[in-house]
């Protein structure tokens, strides 16, 4: 299937310039999925979205299905939406909550309603002003349609969504440091088990945590129905998927594309997608899934973009985010700046990440500025090894969350792809890119 | 502590946002970013009177406060600068822009010039790296900034030439929820028993035992 036949899923008005507006929203067949579900039964509507295995596009890839499945029986659930998108180089949420809010809030009433919950909070980061201007006035306008509030629709279903605006700490996207922060407290990731806030949520209550684009999929999914959706992709990885392509391309952006049917290379070649690397410069290396993940070698740019084709080649899709850092990116000052972005956000509770980033930068930055020791290669990877045993992938756990074993994915590909780019450092004493 | 610092109208919009969450608690950051809309940063006395509204110590408050990089308990000027130096932004000169930007505004990262006019600062990833490399005023976005393009930005500031666009620092949402909570407790007990039922008859006529 060429690319300009696969349907946009979640983007089919982002070129409109009212694409946040309810009459815009409206006259593209907005609303219509939240009808259709309200004429089924909650249990049918969660049936479909199991059906189509819609793996969760926050990071960490949880069916969203099995999800809703887990919840604790009994209590009114809540449901509360991650838009903190803050992984770096992650900026497809943003576009989703900025362009298309009123897809979202439908998105967030059809799960609301699949699961019986009477109240969705939805969390924005704090940093997205026109987003969250935009959601509230979408919100506002969804109310007066009838769309959210009491007996949505003539249904019987009713439902309240709250905006609440984070305030700037990556660690609130981890979701149960967003419940945390959602109750007013620091953003400190709880400890488990209890493993899923399906059990034990927000203020101890059975709560569902999706993902913005993870909700945007659902009005499309149904209004076309699970068939249609399960066409798109293989295997588990089914739809489509929006990648954030950032660094070293020509058109950095935004895209949407079919899973496993498109590969790194056409991300980043494709004339209509990444359209390559600017002054004929080669492709070094690239962050297959935010910053947390294992970077891959150009030799992997045919792979495919799948979870688990990315999975098998010790790396991940994760957020959705493609770095490309060509020939002339020093990889040492690259995981410099990822690390230091670890430790300035690490929230502090477990020992190994608080103390094990700031070492970690601090080694680092020592080699970059050229008054690193051969032995300091050894000691980053001792540090790592410290933080995640064995360096394996998916990292073994020595931390509450996966911000501490994250933060050696970086290093660890630096050493282990461009070792001698390191030792170069060292003997001359100075970054050879400086 | 001074009751009453926050004035008639703030006071009454931080009780509205109390009322739309399960425990007044959870309106913490919201009401956090209110005070910073009145003052520009978290004064001790909004934090006092935040404590008393969501039924908190005030050293509670300051506790989560401070945890946020948006939330300043420390004056700040009237634009807060935000240069993101992050791996997109860096890989677009991200670096190169913040020396340079500290040299136009003669402030170093973290400082706030001496006028009060401008705060720079340094951000982690701001999710608008198909611009990069970019920076917030006061949380809204400029993209595909070079020296050139950031000297402008300072200019307009200076001159309010965006002040449609740029509120002063603290004032984060300029649109207002419309009412509050819909959906009573009474509503839902109700319609979620109905719901209840009606899953239980229909299990009970398509003979599934396991119901």
């Known amino acids: ?434 | 502590m001074t009751i009453g610092h926050l004035s008639d109208e703030a006071r009454r919009r931080a009780e509205e946002l109390v009322a739309l969450y399960p425990h007044p608690r959870s309106a913490l950051i919201p009401i956090c970013h209110l005070a910073q809309e009145q003052d520009g940063w978290l004064t001790p006395e909004a934090i006092a009177e935040i404590a008393e509204l969501v039924g908190l110590a005030p050293a509670e408050v300051v506790g989560t406060a401070t945890f946020y990089d948006m939330l300043h308990t420390e004056p700040v000027g009237r634009y807060v600068i935000t240069v993101c130096t992050n791996i997109a932004c860096m890989l677009r000169g991200a670096y190169e822009l913040l020396e340079h930007a500290e040299d136009r505004l003669e402030v170093r990262s973290g400082g706030t010039t001496a006028d009060g006019t401008f705060t720079l600062e340094e951000a982690e990833c701001l999710a608008d790296c198909g611009v990069a490399p970019v920076c917030q005023v006061n949380h809204r976005f400029f993209g595909n900034l070079s020296p050139a393009s950031f000297d402008t930005l300072v200019e307009d500031l200076r001159a309010g030439r965006l002040d449609g666009e740029v509120p002063p620092h603290g004032t984060l949402v300029r649109v207002r929820r419309q009412g509050g909570l819909r959906v009573d407790p009474e509503t839902v007990t109700t319609e979620r028993r109905q719901m209840a039922e009606a899953i239980a008859s229909r299990a009970e006529a398509s003979g599934d035992s396991q119901t």
């Open chain 1, 1 to 434: 299937m060429s690319p300009a036949s696969v349907p946009r899923i979640v983007t089919s008005r982002l070129g409109y310039e009212d694409s946040h507006t309810l009459e815009r929203y409206l006259s593209s067949g907005g609303y219509e999925g939240l009808r259709k579900a309200l004429t089924m039964h909650p249990e049918q509507v969660a049936a479909e979205v199991d059906a189509v295995s819609l793996l969760g596009r926050g990071g960490a890839g949880f069916p969203a299905g099995r999800k809703w499945s887990m919840l604790r029986k009994g209590p009114v659930p809540y449901l509360v939406v991650n838009g903190d998108e803050s992984e770096p180089a992650t900026f497809k949420d943003h576009l989703l909550i900025e362009r298309d809010p009123h897809q979202l809030i439908e998105g967030i009433v059809i799960c609301a309603y699949a699961i019986q919950a009477a109240q969705a909070f939805l969390y924005i980061r704090g940093e997205f002003a026109l987003g969250l201007e935009r959601v509230t006035a979408a919100l506002n306008d969804a109310y007066e349609h009838g769309a959210v509030g009491r007996d949505i629709f003539g249904s019987g279903f009713s439902l309240d969504v709250v905006v609440h605006p984070g305030a700037g700490a990556y660690i609130c996207g981890e979701e149960t440091a967003l419940l945390e922060s959602l109750e007013g407290k620091r953003g400190f990731p709880r400890i488990k088990p209890p493993y899923f806030p399906a059990a034990v949520g927000l203020f101890g209550e059975p709560t569902v945590v999706n993902n913005v684009e993870t909700l945007s999929n659902l009005p499309w999914v149904m209004v076309n129905g699970s068939a249609a959706f399960t066409a798109l992709g293989a295997g588990r990885s089914t739809g489509t998927r929006l990648f954030a392509l950032s660094g070293h391309v020509h058109n950095p952006g935004v895209y949407e594309v079919e899973m496993v049917k498109t590969t790194f290379r056409n991300l980043v070649f494709d004339a209509e997608l990444g359209g390559g690397v600017p002054g004929g410069r080669q492709v070094k290396a690239l962050i297959p899934g935010g910053v947390s993940a294992p970077w891959f070698g150009p030799d992997l740019l045919d792979l495919p973009l799948g979870q688990d084709e990315v999975a098998d080649k010790g790396s991940m899709l994760g957020s959705g985010s493609v770095v490309v850092m060509d020939d002339t990116t020093c990889t040492v000052r690259a995981a410099w700046r990822i690390t230091r972005f670890f430790r300035r956000e690490s929230c502090g509770q477990c020992t190994p990440c608080r103390e094990g980033s700031g070492w970690l930068e601090r080694i680092l930055l020592r080699i970059e500025s050229g008054s690193g020791r051969e032995s300091d290669l050894d000691l980053l990877m001792d540090v790592c090894d410290n933080l995640s045993p064995g360096l394996a992938w998916p990292p073994q756990q020595t931390t509450i969350c996966v911000l501490g074993p994250s933060i050696p994915s970086s290093i660890a590909s630096g050493i282990r792809m461009f070792r001698d780019e390191f030792l170069v450092h060292v003997k001359d004493g100075r970054c050879p890119y400086a």
